[in-house]
């Protein structure tokens, strides 16, 4: 409940509460956090915790998973829970005004205190080779740096040696329809939800609003909300993101009711998180079928934008490769050069091997060599990510993790083809729910 | 900051929450207000207010506030806070169906059950004459039944003496302007923030959403949100509910930075707070003064539905006396006789003058009394109001005090005419600021 509440909190500073509301909130989510982080190492749950003798298998992952979480909190004081929840309220600030201002000097001081705060953490913690994996460990239980290298080296590898071959082979259409047009807000807005209600998402159970940066948030499996932003002249990174967070909400939304309220509601992992929401939005968003499906109706919707428009043709359009800075707008195969760049960041910030003065330079230079591309700003570089201002370190890898899951479960999938491009997605939904 | 958090789970409930989220909503509200009641009623605390030396005006009002509710927390268990809270959820949503299908008898049991938990509580807490005394001290310090009724009493005589005459000497106008014409609901929701704007309430620190009921939260000082219901047919309301939830905010949105997050925080008394909305609405809203200026601003905006429209007329067209069902909807003259009725049905419920199942009944005959009119149905009787369902009982009688109140306040003020016709609102706000 306290979680729950809390989640509001968050959902709220991002979409609706008046700018200058932020000084209450902050001492809001920093009273609640250290509540729910008191309640969570009660001396009562560790004799709970003991006594319990589960016997199902819901009731031993329970155990397990409640364990887990108590071993990990007990940890840490209720002092470094509050101090990590003011730094990152007054980082989050910080970092979106740098972005602004394009200037990543107004971000240093705030990042330094954040990590510095992980960096106490994982000592608290503990870790067996890199600080890195007791950070991992939160969104991918048991994951390392050592792991995650062994799985991303050999991918790097057959990226980058593709990538050439890909841009030589394609070719540039005569005429973008999804993006540099203008798509009025309302109907952008009705259009992304008709896809998300088609996809499964209940929203007698959830809604779409408006934020800087698309999320999903949950206040319980029956009020799981997604956001969405929109660029009347980039229709196409709108219809993703409603996707891409569908795919996170139908993940939370399918969760059993045997779960509600419980440690083992909220997901696997992020990684497999991140498959759900990763696989709707490239395996079946940027399908050929999808478009098949869509496009007769967004042309009943947006007759001048979309004349002449042909499935093929907007296939065609959203699986563009093209390296460019931003990771979010990033095509299906760069998009891990991405990912991979900032895991090697975030690993060797952790270890100590450079400062948080250096970031800018080192991601320049890590950019230009994986990408060719020179960054012209901060905020088209390494500020461009809210995750460290909130002191999400470890969280990126999920995102690869999430892509290379959902490959192999697609690939699983009986053949939903045809499927998805009458309409009908609730096979995929079926077989998502029964499977993962 | 966790009342703050609170206010804002039964914002998003009026507001934006999916239907299906009602059922982790309840939880969480029960959740936080029962860690609220166990921090006030903390054993720490009667030390600390033991201990307490204040010096200044503001500490002796601090610590003499905390005491008022530590004593009346501490004599309420933890059990009897976390029933009321799931008692009123159930009631809330009780008291909606019962009202959409038009039958008491859905609300009655809840309703029961809301009642039994408020007179156990009103015995915990103490009374020296009537239980319903205990329950007015909630809103309007040491008011009792007594005191209201001596002054309703002469109130009600002078009403009902006054009103054949007013509806004798009053014209019906030829036309009607701000009901039974279409007014979209964008353009009516904006022009009701330039009213808000030009009173002086503060769009960076909240905002005006849509409910079924209009109301005013806040979150902190610098965070204080109204909402709005816009019936396309009935302009008329959403004015006069945006300029009266306005001058809620206003009063929060006015109190010290000193005071922030503190017990002093909110208003003096809900009677002063209904004093603050009910003048802006009535005093200054009602005024021919705010029509003159407000007149050419919406004919600017509604040219079709006011051509012909005057301050005058629109003037005369708000102010029109008909004694009718609704509460929230009636006029200035008969808008007592409403709280009056309410008021003497509270009371006498609360000393068992007669039980639940009996309100349909003793409320038509009281109506019928008071305003000569057989009530239909309970939708437009005994369910009108949402305050029962969320035990507010005792609260009624704030309307009319404030309605007192604003009179003599504004009987004080500086001829404030020529101010209001100018659309000059801020003589008006530091008056309020400086005097109430």
């Known amino acids: 409940d306290i979680a729950g509440a809390t989640a509001l909190l968050h959902w709220d500073q991002e979409t609706y509460m008046p700018v200058k509301g932020i000084i209450h909130r902050s001492r809001q989510l920093a009273t609640l956090s250290t509540i729910y982080h ?17 016997k199902t298998i819901e009731d031993k992952a329970l155990v397990r998973e409640f364990k887990r979480g108590y071993d990990k909190a007990t940890k840490l004081p209720d002092r470094l829970i509050s101090e990590m929840v003011e730094a990152t309220s007054v980082g989050l600030e910080a970092w979106k005004q740098a972005r602004a201002e394009k200037k990543f000097s107004l971000f240093q001081k705030p990042l330094e205190r954040i990590l510095k705060l992980k960096l106490e953490e994982t000592e608290l913690v503990g870790y067996k080779e890199s600080p890195y994996d007791a950070l991992l460990d939160d969104y991918e239980p048991d994951l390392t740096a ?24 394609q070719k540039t259409p005569a005429k973008k329809y999804l993006t540099g047009q203008h798509f009025p807000l ?3 807005k009705k259009a992304t939800e008709t896809i998300l209600a088609k996809m499964g998402y209940d929203f007698e159970a959830g809604r779409q609003d408006l934020s800087t940066h698309p999320f999903t948030t949950n206040f319980g499996i029956k009020d799981v909300r997604v956001t969405n932003r929109f660029d009347p002249q980039n229709f196409q990174s709108s219809i993703y993101s409603a996707v891409h967070e569908g795919g996170h909400g139908l993940y939370e939304m399918g969760i059993s ?3 509600m309220n419980t440690f083992l509601a909220g997901g696997t992992s992020l990684g497999i998180h991140e498959s759900q929401s990763r696989m709707w939005e490239n ?21 001048s934008q979309l004349v002449g428009a042909t499935p093929e043709k907007l296939f065609k359009e959203v699986n563009l490769v093209k390296p460019d800075f931003i990771r979010v707008e990033a095509d299906e195969v760069t998009y891990n050069l991405h990912i991979i760049l900032r895991f090697e960041i975030e690993r060797d910030l952790m270890e100590g091997k450079f400062l948080v003065s250096d970031l800018p330079e080192v991601w320049n230079i ?17 500020l461009q990510d809210i995750h460290w201002s909130q002191g999400s370190i470890g969280y990126f890898p999920t995102y690869t993790l999430g892509n290379l899951y959902s490959a192999q479960f697609f690939r699983q999938m009986p053949n939903m083809n045809n499927h998805i491009a009458s309409g009908n997605f609730e096979p995929i939904l079926l077989w998502l729910r029964k499977n993962i």
């Open 146 to 169: 050592k792991k995650v290298t062994a799985i991303f080296e050999p991918l790097r590898a057959e990226i980058v040696a593709s990538l050439p071959k890909i841009l030589k082979n």
């Open 257 to 259: 009711e045997k779960l």
């Open 38 to 54: 008191q309640k969570l190492t009660d001396k009562k749950i560790k004799k709970l915790l003991e006594e319990a003798a589960p």
């Open 366 to 382: 890590k950019f230009k060599n994986m990408f060719g591309l020179d960054v012209p700003n901060d905020s088209l570089g390494v």
């Open 186 to 188: 309302d109907k952008a």
């Open 283 to 303: 395996l079946i968003g940027r399908s050929l079928p999808f478009w098949q499906y869509w496009t007769p109706y967004l042309q009943g919707i947006f007759h």
